[in-house]
């Protein structure tokens, strides 16, 4: 736990000195308060209290504060946001007078938990550096302030990670309990039941993918399930029956079950093919890049969004920087970790690339890699392999520091 402990410390030291120097020093974005969260909903206290919770309350967690206060009200916007999160800040916040802290203190509470059980997952299959460092990278991630603030990714880590630790343990019980909540708290929870299944019928450790491939009778026989599949599969049931619940209320209450796909143009989203995706942000990616070769006089390069067409510009570049990681590390995944992960890892990226912002095709997607914790277990292998460990940590907190300041502050980051 010590390492955990550290890595918890040291980044959010990080993130509550960037986010206080942004919104003391460089104040909030114009406008952007008065647009986003007209009620003060995010900064309820004096002015420096204010500025220790900048770096916690912005842009989504407006809505969950929301939700957590009035529930959904027929408000078909709010009904994207899973429930579990806002019940427990609900919940929580009767007892400590403030739904913000409360949000805050039950991320905070599942960023460690996430870190530790992390910790004992990687462990199982390698030495021990290779699990601190992978506590380090995702402490350290330059968007890792999500995992603190009134957002549900630490929340939803601790969940994924502990069904499939459990998993890994052949606790099947709990492996399908805490997916189902993991379900009942994001919409890609349900992707839980991928690994879980793999690793229920294929054992310990599944074959990595690159010795499944030979088109030879032995190669086939190694697609056959190890184990027979006993009652206790049933419990894995539970992952995508979180989803159903909350479904089923929705369809119940609100006579719409499927107001949570149904609402996502309002976030300006629609369902398309993946490399669909992918040509479109690398079409907009290079405009962005002679976006910043030319500076911001005329011709716009890129879409009017964003505080202005250079910060348009260098979110263009960096989240296709973030969607090349995301695709070189998923290879990684496939070829040294095996299917459970491998496959996980892949179905939560295709969700995320199916999925863009008409304006800003991978919006959030670094938002959306942080919960994929395969990657880091990929990345944390390469780096203690090459011995770069002490050089990337640092980089890492540097970016971390740079991205905090902006979210604190109501620039758009992820």
Same mark, same amino acid.
Request: with cysteine; net charge positive.
């Given at each position: 736990?010590?390492a955990?402990?550290?890595a ?28 986003y969260?007209?009620s003060?909903q ?12 900048a770096?916690?309350a912005?842009?989504?967690?407006g ?10 009200a ?19 916040g ?5 739904n ?27 030495e ?5 460092t ?10 890792? !302030? ?12 601790a969940l ?33 039941i ?18 499944w ?24 049931l539970?992952?995508?029956?979180g ?5 089923a ?14 609402v ?12 669909t995706t ?7 990616a290079?405009a962005?890049l002679?976006q ?12 009017p969004?964003a505080?202005?067409?250079i910060?348009?510009s ?5 989240? !296709? ?6 695709v070189?590390?998923l290879?990684?995944?496939?070829r040294?970790?095996?299917?459970a ?19 800003q ?11 994929? !914790? ?41």
């Amino acid at each position: 736990m010590q390492a955990v402990w550290r890595a918890v410390l040291a980044s959010r030291l990080v993130i509550l000195g960037a986010g206080m120097l942004g919104a003391i020093q460089v104040g909030t974005a114009p406008g952007a308060v008065a647009a986003y969260d007209p009620s003060g909903q995010t900064a309820p206290f004096g002015y420096l209290a204010n500025a220790v919770v900048a770096p916690i309350a912005r842009w989504d967690s407006g809505w969950y504060l929301t939700i957590a206060r009035f529930g959904y009200a027929h408000i078909r916007a709010r009904m994207a946001f899973f429930p579990l999160y806002p019940a427990m800040m609900r919940l929580l916040g009767w007892v400590v007078g403030s739904n913000l802290i409360a949000g805050a203190l039950i991320s905070l509470a599942a960023l460690v938990v996430a870190l530790a059980v992390l910790h004992r997952l990687v462990a199982l299959d390698a030495e021990p550096e290779v699990a601190a460092t992978t506590v380090l990278l995702m402490a350290f991630c330059p968007v890792s !302030f999500f995992l603190s603030a009134v957002y549900t990714e630490s929340l939803f880590l601790a969940l994924s990670i502990g069904s499939l630790y459990a998993a890994r343990r052949e606790r099947w019980w709990l492996c399908g309990v805490l997916g189902g909540l993991a379900a009942l708290s994001r919409n890609g929870g349900f992707a839980l039941i991928v690994p879980a299944a793999v690793i229920y019928l294929y054992g310990r450790r599944d074959a990595p993918l690159t010795r499944w491939g030979a088109a030879t009778p032995a190669g086939l026989r190694r697609l056959l399930p190890r184990h027979r599949v006993a009652p206790s599969a049933l419990w894995l049931l539970l992952i995508p029956a979180g989803l159903g619940a909350y479904l089923a209320y929705l369809g119940i209450a609100y006579g719409d079950w499927l107001a949570p796909f149904r609402v996502e143009s309002f976030w300006f989203r629609h369902t398309t093919l993946p490399w669909t995706t992918v040509g479109d942000a690398a079409q907009q990616a290079w405009a962005g890049l002679r976006q910043l070769i030319q500076g911001p006089v005329p011709p716009s390069r890129v879409p009017p969004y964003a505080q202005s067409v250079i910060s348009a510009s260098i979110q263009d570049v960096y989240l !296709f920087l973030f969607l090349v990681l995301g695709v070189v590390g998923l290879l990684g995944v496939l070829r040294r970790l095996g299917a459970a992960y491998g496959l996980y890892t892949f179905v939560l990226l295709v969700l995320a690339l199916a999925d863009p912002v008409s304006l800003q095709p991978l919006a959030s997607l670094p938002r959306y890699e942080l919960v994929m !914790f395969p990657l880091f277990i990929w990345g944390a292998g390469l780096l203690v392999r090459h011995r770069l460990t002490a050089y990337a940590v640092p980089a890492l907190a540097v970016l971390l520091g740079v991205f905090t300041l902006e979210f604190a502050t109501w620039r758009w980051v992820a």
